[in-house]
């Protein structure tokens, strides 16, 4: 048993949208096929670019930027529409796709072994209130022992209060404890004001960041496991 | 009498728009009041962030990327709205404003004084079909030799092509010209492909261009009289 504590963001993290699939509804209603893969691609190259350069934004109700930043996905993949339309499609599609959040396919894996070898596990998330409601519907709840939601708690990464609000909750200390996420400006920042180790996932590895000059980058919490079991990684 | 010829670009060069008067009278329904010279600014550096990042959106149909515009313009002013009613708000504050492009104080003034000293003046514009109409309007046709529109000769700056051909319809030459604009990467690149010197305008000096090392910039056309006098300042 250790007193070791590894605290996880939700989304990109654990969990990934649906929202190529339903980006493709759309283009095939316009008779347009595409690789699959170039839209993954323009979907992480607009998180990262909003992560950098409009913190927050992505975190406001969709009515605020959505059209925004399709016009910007959209510019990745050198098309163009009209921008009303299009994004009626695209949140009628998500309202429609259920479940529109997934865990991807190694989550529950990972989590299970991490108890298994006695961590503790946690979640600090800037979420609404669905974010309880998701883990539960994932049956993900009862892999950890303490979870902190931004709406429910009132402050936000890349706030410290968050993160000592987690400490406290957890009963853990910014020593004991490691953060995995995939917002740099978040996750990396937000955890090194409270002295945080953070593991940052970015699924094209250094693509899309390629201005961050950072040594803890994974491509996916699969990497977890075996990376905690070589000495001194982490702690 | 000169041989010299003086190539205009038309927004923002010799024409500015509306749009900071509607996009106050939305703030007047939302019952915020701001500064208009902040929402200048904000709309000065939404334009510089379009040029660098996302090259010839601004020249597409505005229900392309008004949306994403205005998700920019409202972040730099730290706001956030439904983006489907201020743009229908928006649109339909741009259809009643008439004119909605109206000439600067001085451009008049200037290109009278510039035609008085024998300057030959051209236009070579990116812009549909209304940029003719728009000269027309304004009385401003009178004052050009020539008017190269990219959608009347089917190519568009930074290409090449569009000011071969207006050297061509001109009958001048790179070094007998030069041209004026206020887009660095259409007008100064565009232009310095066929070794044209371009002035380049930003109306706050280097904000929103501070990324750019380029000796020749101006506020407006209204110091070029004054300019063209110094010797070996132009040709």
């Known amino acids: 048993?250790?007193?070791?504590?590894?605290?996880?963001?939700?989304?990109?993290?654990?969990?990934?949208?649906?929202?190529?699939?339903?980006?493709?509804?759309?283009?095939?209603?316009?008779?347009?096929?595409?690789?699959f893969e170039k839209i993954e691609e323009a979907y992480h190259y607009a998180d990262k670019l909003f992560m950098r350069e409009y913190p927050g934004v992505l975190g406001k109700q969709s009515s605020f930027f959505y059209h925004w930043y399709l016009g910007i996905v959209n510019h990745y993949l050198e098309l163009a529409f009209d921008l009303e339309s299009q994004n009626r499609f695209i949140q009628k599609g998500i309202q429609e796709t259920k479940p529109y959040w997934l865990p991807f396919s190694f989550t529950k894996d990972v989590l299970?072994?991490?108890?298994?070898?006695?961590?503790?596990?946690?979640?600090i998330s800037n979420w609404d209130e669905s974010g309880r409601q998701l883990?539960?519907?994932?049956?993900?709840t009862d892999y950890f022992d303490n979870i902190i939601i931004s709406c429910e708690v009132g402050v936000e990464k890349p706030?410290?209060?968050?993160?000592?609000?987690?400490?406290?909750?957890?009963?853990?200390?910014?020593?004991?404890?490691?953060?995995?996420?995939?917002n740099y400006y978040d996750d990396v920042v937000g955890g090194g004001k409270v002295g945080l180790k953070t593991y940052l996932i970015n699924r094209f590895?250094?693509?899309?960041?390629?201005?961050?000059?950072?040594?803890?980058?994974?491509?996916?919490?699969?990497?977890?496991?075996?990376?905690?079991k070589e000495e001194n990684v982490y702690f």
């Not at 299970?112 to 979640?123: A, D, M, T, V």
Request: hydrophobic share 30%.
């Open 1 to 35: 048993m250790t007193n070791k504590y590894i605290w996880f963001d939700i989304g990109y993290t654990l969990l990934y949208q649906q929202r190529e699939q339903v980006y493709v509804q759309y283009l095939k209603e316009q008779k347009i096929e595409m690789p």
């Open 135 to 140: 883990l539960d519907y994932h049956n993900l």
């Open 112 to 123: 299970h072994k991490l108890r298994q070898e006695g961590y503790r596990l946690g979640i």
């Open 159 to 182: 706030s410290k209060a968050i993160f000592e609000k987690a400490f406290k909750q957890g009963n853990t200390t910014n020593e004991e404890s490691i953060y995995i996420g995939d």
């Open 205 to 228: 590895r250094d693509q899309g960041i390629e201005e961050i000059q950072y040594p803890y980058i994974i491509e996916s919490i699969n990497e977890l496991p075996s990376l905690l």
